[in-house]
């Protein structure tokens, strides 16, 4: 059975792959839960082996448990499942698998693309271009440019190692820090592990992946930001709270470093807050994960991850109770 908001099932399961999905398992996708209290999802909860879960799923606590006696197996089409899975859900013995690999390919691409554009500079020179409405055709402008560019990337996340794969084929110097890798880990993924303040004062560009916790709530903050060279930029595609935005409003204000955000804190901001109008913010409304037709990539994870199921294989992206904290 789905358990998502309905609206999700058609966009994350198109037809092609609905239809691939249905010649696999018995699945309606007209009844999709929304409430395991409704008594027509508690019905048919009753016969459901495998839960295909997205964003808006309801809470599986014991109640709803109790009425899944023969659930096996919870496939997440979208990344973390900590917004409706309890442990109770482990405790019973049931699968858990995320889609949360399939997500974080958007994410790295969108981060990939925003590495590249800050290191030429390039919002800076269009807030110049309308202003000005002209450039001095031919000039060569000094500091721009991504040769040699020094990328540091805070948390090797899903989203954190996908990215420093994808920076592999460009003339930047990439550098990581987090404190669940130790220094053979950093090697495999070719970058040197650096400590966070040594990775901020020596880095160009800083992205945010770490994982929201109490711990990492405000990681970036005034402190931090005045490791940062004068002129560099923070990207933050993770979550909005890991930067404390009162210190980084000051630091854009004072002309220090730039900022690109696709998660604030609060999401969405107020329509007044600063960062809309600084022209060394750059804002996007949290759109770097999967968005239009990159939905369909988490219901074909899933459509994969089912058919492992079926034929007596483990799930390829199988979540342990201890990694919750690891697949923000």
């Not at 903050?221 to 404390?244: F, H, K, Y």
């Not at 007044?272 to 968005?291: E, I, M, R, Y």
Request: hydrophobic fraction near 45%.
């Amino acid at each position: 059975m789905f358990a998502m908001t309905p609206e999700n099932v058609p966009r994350i399961f198109p037809p092609d792959i609905l239809a691939r999905l249905r010649e696999r398992v018995d699945v309606d996708p007209s009844l999709v839960a929304g409430d395991f209290a409704d008594p027509r999802v508690r019905a048919r909860l009753a016969d459901t082996e495998i839960l295909i879960t997205g964003w808006g799923c309801p809470l599986l606590d014991a109640a709803a448990l109790d009425a899944a006696p023969k659930l096996r197996a919870v496939l997440h089409a979208a990344g973390s499942v900590k917004g409706f899975a309890t442990p109770e859900v482990w405790e019973r013995g049931i699968v858990v698998s995320s889609a949360a690999a399939a997500n974080a390919l958007p994410v790295a691409e969108y981060t990939l693309a925003m590495i590249l554009l800050a290191g030429k500079d390039v919002f800076a020179h269009r807030e110049r271009l309308r202003t000005e409405r002209a450039f001095p055709y031919g000039e060569i402008l000094p500091g721009v440019g991504n040769f040699g560019r020094r990328v540091g990337v805070v948390g090797a996340s899903r989203i954190g190692r996908r990215l420093i794969e994808l920076l592999r084929p460009f003339d930047l110097s990439v550098s990581l820090a987090d404190p669940y890798v130790d220094e053979a880990g950093a090697a495999a993924l070719g970058v040197p592990l650096l400590s966070l303040d040594e990775l901020l004062a020596g880095s160009d560009i800083v992205t945010v992946h770490a994982p929201q916790t109490p711990e990492t709530r405000h990681l970036i903050g005034r402190r931090e930001l005045a490791l940062m060279p004068a002129g560099s930029v923070l990207i933050n595609t993770a979550r909005g709270s890991l930067v404390d935005h009162d210190a980084l409003i000051e630091a854009l204000r004072a002309g220090r470093v730039g900022a690109i955000l696709d998660v604030t804190d609060p999401e969405p901001l107020p329509a007044d807050s600063p960062l809309h109008d600084l022209p060394n913010a750059f804002v996007t409304p949290h759109l770097a994960g999967s968005q239009g037709n990159e939905v369909a990539r988490l219901g074909l994870t899933v459509l994969a991850e089912a058919e492992r199921l079926l034929s007596g294989r483990p799930p390829e992206f199988r979540i342990a109770l201890e990694d919750l904290e690891r697949t923000a």
